[in-house]
C-alpha cells in the first residue's frame, strides 16, 4: 500500500469513527485555517488505519489539540504515522 492511500484511507476513516470530544482530523486545506501547535508521532506492531488514527487523536487529545494533520504514515508490519497538530 503505498503512502497517499495509507493516508488517505486513514483519513476516510478517522472522520467516520471518532467521537465529537477527539481531536479530528483534518486536510491541508481545513489545516490552513487553523494554529499549529506541534507535531506528535504513534509507532506500534500490526496497526489498522483505524487504530493508527485512535492513537493519534488520543496522543493530539492529550496535548490539548483539536485536530490533526497526517504528514507522515508507514504501515508494512510496523507502524508509524507523524501528524501536526492544531488548535
Known amino acids: 500500500m503505498n ?3 495509507t493516508i488517505t484511507t486513514m483519513s476516510v476513516l478517522s472522520m467516520l469513527s ?3 470530544f477527539s481531536a479530528e482530523s483534518v ?3 481545513q489545516a490552513q485555517k487553523l494554529t499549529p501547535i506541534g507535531t ?3 509507532s506500534g506492531i500490526d496497526g489498522s488505519p483505524m487504530v493508527i488514527n485512535q492513537a493519534l487523536s488520543d ?5 490539548g ?3 490533526y494533520r497526517i504528514i507522515e504514515a508507514h504501515n ?5 504515522a507523524t501528524a501536526e ?3
Open 40 to 42: 506528535i508521532t504513534v
Open 85 to 87: 497538530i492544531y488548535k
Open 65 to 67: 489539540a483539536q485536530a
Open 27 to 29: 486536510n491541508t486545506e
Open 59 to 63: 496522543k493530539a487529545d492529550a496535548q
Open 76 to 80: 508494512d508490519g510496523n507502524y508509524h
Open 18 to 20: 471518532f467521537g465529537a
Open 3 to 5: 503512502i497517499k492511500t
